[in-house]
Structure formats: structure tokens, C-alpha cells
């Protein structure tokens, strides 16, 4: 059984950084391709970032040049580096791959305000 579990998350300042962790179990880490959506308060969960397992990336135009995904596979883990917060930043942050079906974590809570 696959299980994501993201932590990281809190509140940040405008400009601020966070880095969000994404812990896999249960599943073939190094082979799979690790993704970050987001969700914030009445919209649609959105696509942020993504790393295959030969560790290319591919970033949504409204985070490129300011986050920064990675893993470690030897922890099973994904990471999203979060620099040049901004207010619309704000959502819930979801950890994802796909095997068969998606596989989503619990998400972690990110507010960017002064």
C-alpha cells in the first residue's frame, strides 16, 4: 500500500522560504515519478512541480524560478524548496505519484502573509 506523507508546511512572510518533505513508503521509490499540486481555498488542486526518477524537472509557470523540486532516494523522499513566497502561494500542498491510480498525502497547510 502506498503511503505519502508531507510535512514542511506553516506559516511563512512574504519573500519567506519553506521547504516541504514528501516521505514515500510502500512503493518502488527511485522509479517513480514525484509531483507537488497545490489547493488553495475555493479553487481547483493544481499541478506545481514535477521529478522523474532520472531526476528531471518540469515546473508550472507561476512557481518556475522560485521553487526548486528534489529527491533523495535513498529516504523515499521528495522535497519542495519554496523561495520568494507570495501571497497567492497559499494552499494546502499535496504529494503525489502515480502507480495504477493516484496516490495523494494528507497535504500540508502553507500560508504566505505579513
Known amino acids: 500500500q502506498v503511503q505519502l506523507v508531507e510535512s514542511g508546511g506553516g506559516l511563512v512572510q512574504p519573500g519567506g522560504s519553506l521547504r516541504l518533505s514528501c516521505v514515500a513508503s510502500?512503493?518502488?521509490?527511485?522509479?517513480?515519478?514525484m509531483r507537488w499540486y497545490r489547493q488553495a481555498p475555493g479553487k481547483q488542486r493544481e499541478w506545481v512541480a514535477s521529478i522523474t526518477s532520472g531526476g528531471s524537472t518540469n515546473y508550472a509557470d507561476s512557481v518556475k524560478g522560485r521553487f526548486t523540486i528534489s529527491r533523495d532516494n535513498a529516504k523515499n523522499t521528495a522535497y519542495l524548496q519554496m523561495n520568494s513566497l507570495k501571497y497567492e502561494d497559499t494552499a494546502v500542498y499535496y504529494c503525489n505519484t502515480y502507480i495504477g491510480a493516484n496516490s495523494w498525502g494528507q497535504g500540508t497547510q502553507v500560508t504566505v502573509s505579513s
Open positions: 510502500g512503493i518502488i521509490f527511485n522509479i517513480n515519478t
